[in-house]
């Protein structure tokens, strides 16, 4: 398996090392390892379970041809590909092209752009979560085009990709996405309006509000993400709201704390899947969770290493304690500028 994975980036790397005109790369690895406990409150008849856990391998491959053109991979070597679907396991696979200072063309696999914080932080850097954040699918092939501002506080960026919900190839489904992103220094903002196709024709709609405040060594996050079909009766009775609130006491220490709430009323709990409006919050769920925890991060000015434990704890029948420590550990094994 080791001798496959060099074979692979080797050939990946060297047409672009070699016949190129590379002015910047980098190639990194990822991994996290967690050891996981969770003990069932409400029940007898369920035994508490644990263990340890690979959660995630990835690879990352970004660079810079000329002033114009950079590229961007990340690929999740704990998952595999199909025959059909060769890009399962391929977060991203993109081009950017700068048609000047202000203007970007990307077209290839992407984030879908859907604002809210929790949504936009990498995988391995989220410990628990929304019921939204574990079933919205991430990445999908499209085109985008982004403009930002002369100051570079505020970025809009428009995205016509496959919908997440498309289950095959060719499937006629897509997403229409505006995104903006702002940065004032202390507040930063990722809002996004969604129109995504689940049924040729039918379309959920997502206001999605990501909100960050930043006051010294304190980060908080507020998310509110309401999902909208033309045939519901209340405009607010499907919805997710998140807050996140870390304070780093110094450069090795954080501690956090995170709780959320999943709401969809939009139809009786008892409709039929094929007649799903909400795909990812489905009827009937009033999923609530909370938790909280620390990371340390052991190296002497660098973030390459971190272990993290927390605990969290969901209304879920059986409802589960979850105690979980673990390490993230980041590997660079190229980051050269021409």
Request: aromatic letters at 20%; a negative charge.
């Amino acid at each position: 398996m080791k001798r496959k994975i060099f074979y692979f980036l080797a050939l990946t790397l060297f047409p672009i090392l070699i016949f190129s005109q590379d002015r910047y790369v980098s190639l990194k690895f990822d991994a996290r390892a967690d050891f996981d406990y969770f003990h069932f409150m409400d029940t007898d008849l369920t035994k508490d379970e644990s263990g340890f856990a690979g959660k995630y391998l990835n690879v990352m491959l970004d660079g810079r041809i000329n002033d114009k053109v950079e590229y961007h991979w990340r690929q999740r070597l704990n998952r595999t590909n199909s025959l059909t679907e060769f890009f399962t396991a391929t977060d991203w696979a993109y081009i950017d092209y700068h048609l000047n200072d202000n203007f970007t063309l990307s077209a290839g696999k992407q984030v879908v752009a859907i604002g809210g914080f929790e949504y936009d932080y990498a995988p391995i850097d989220v410990f628990f979560w929304s019921d939204f954040w574990a079933n919205i699918p991430c990445y999908q092939l499209g085109v985008s085009i982004a403009g930002k501002d002369n100051s570079g506080r505020n970025t809009l960026l428009f995205q016509f990709a496959n919908s997440p919900f498309s289950k095959v190839v060719y499937e006629s489904l897509y997403s229409y996405n505006l995104l903006w992103k702002g940065n004032f220094g202390w507040f930063k903002t990722l809002y996004s309006v969604n129109m995504i196709e689940y049924e040729q024709g039918d379309f959920i709609n997502y206001i999605a509000l990501g909100n960050q405040f930043v006051l010294g060594g304190l980060t908080f996050d507020l998310d509110y993400t309401n999902r909208y079909h033309g045939k519901q009766e209340s405009f607010f009775s499907d919805f997710s709201i998140v807050a996140n609130a870390k304070y780093s006491i110094n450069d090795k220490w954080n501690v956090f704390v995170k709780g959320g709430y999943d709401q969809n009323k939009s139809q009786k709990p008892y409709t039929p899947v094929a007649d799903y409006w909400d795909i990812c919050v489905v009827p009937g769920t009033e999923y609530a969770f909370c938790g909280g925890g620390f990371e340390f991060f052991p190296l002497n000015n660098s973030r390459d290493l971190r272990v993290h434990a927390f605990c969290a704890g969901n209304n879920t029948a059986p409802q589960p304690v979850h105690f979980n420590v673990g390490i993230t550990w980041k590997m660079k094994v190229l980051d050269k500028q021409y």
